[in-house]
Every structure is written in structure tokens, then in C-alpha cells.
């Protein structure tokens, strides 16, 4: 017979006792990462070390997607301003579909649209997004993905002005 583990209630003296010291151990194994950082200037040194290296990485991310051409940076005074380009609205949608769970078995997000033919740049626009984020045509106007993402796809064509000519469905699938 296995033996019950009682555990120590939240938030009580005895359990923040243990966090501390589980956290001043976790400090000196930082400090492991960078013995010569945590030898000559201790190990508030290893977690100032660690926190000028997130805030290069972030640089060096915003400067990718710049690059890239996904986000626009403006200096306004002392405050950096961030506005996302079209594509980078795409590739947004894409990265969230992706992380969307996957429906169960047999079911798909369909995603199926009836754009004037004289809107056939937004027909166009519309396929390019679906086809980035992952959706595969069934038809020319019905298109389809495992992925559960119709909150994502609403809020987005909602946005962009398109949800009139769109609906999107959870289906199942019959065989």
C-alpha cells in the first residue's frame, strides 16, 4: 500500500520557507551556468547577466521581424511605437492557428467564403492567408484544417473588414 503524500498547505509560512530556500538553490545553479560571473561579482551579477541577455534576444527579434517586414518600428519621444504590416497580420494568424489544439478526430474548421467578383483581390488575399495558415482547399471557396481555429479566423476577418462574405464552421466529418 502506497503512502499517502501530504503536501504543506499553499501560501503558509512553512511552504514560503521552502520556496525561498528552493529558489536561493536554483540561484546558485544559475550561478553554476556562469561560475565566472558568480566568482567575481556574485550571483545578483548571474541574474542582471541573464536579464541583459532577454532584453538582447527581444532586440534581436524585433529586428528579425523587421526585417522581415512583419512589424514597423517608430521612435515617438522616448517610447518605441510597433505597428504590424499586413503580413505580418498573416503570419500572426498563421503562428495562432498553429498553436490552435487540434479538433478531435473526424472534425475540421471549415472556413467557406462568397466574395464578389468584383472583389477577386480579396478572394485572392483570403486564399494566400488560408493557404499560410494552414488550411487546405476542399473547393475553390471551402477550405479546411484540423486545427481549431475559427476564434482566431473570426476575430481576424473581422478585423480586416471580410466577415460579411465568410463563414466559418466546426464539422464533422461523414464518410
Known amino acids: 500500500m502506497s503512502k499517502r503524500i501530504k503536501h504543506l498547505l499553499p501560501n503558509s509560512y512553512t511552504s514560503d520557507i521552502l520556496i525561498e ?19 567575481y561579482r556574485g550571483l545578483e551579477a548571474v541574474q542582471e547577466f541573464k536579464r541583459a541577455q532577454l532584453v538582447m534576444e527581444k532586440r534581436q527579434a524585433l529586428y ?10 517608430n521612435k515617438i ?6 505597428k504590424i504590416t499586413e503580413n505580418g497580420l498573416s503570419e500572426l494568424l498563421y503562428q495562432k492557428v498553429m498553436k490552435s489544439e487540434l479538433l478531435p478526430e473526424g472534425k475540421f474548421c471549415l472556413v467557406v467564403f462568397d466574395i464578389p467578383e468584383d472583389r477577386r483581390d480579396i ?8 493557404s499560410r495558415a494552414a488550411f487546405l482547399p476542399i473547393q475553390k471557396s471551402v477550405w479546411a484544417s484540423p486545427f481549431d481555429a475559427s ?14 462574405w465568410i463563414r466559418i464552421f466546426t464539422a464533422d466529418e461523414i464518410k
Open 77 to 82: 519621444g522616448n517610447k518605441m511605437i510597433y
Open 151 to 164: 476564434e482566431e479566423l473570426l476575430r481576424f476577418f473581422e478585423f480586416k473588414g471580410r466577415s460579411k
Open 123 to 130: 478572394r485572392e488575399e483570403l486564399r494566400r492567408v488560408l
Open 21 to 39: 530556500i528552493g529558489n536561493t538553490i536554483f540561484d546558485i545553479f544559475e550561478g553554476l551556468k556562469y561560475p565566472n560571473i558568480a566568482a
Open 64 to 73: 528579425r521581424l523587421k526585417k522581415r517586414k512583419l512589424i514597423e518600428i
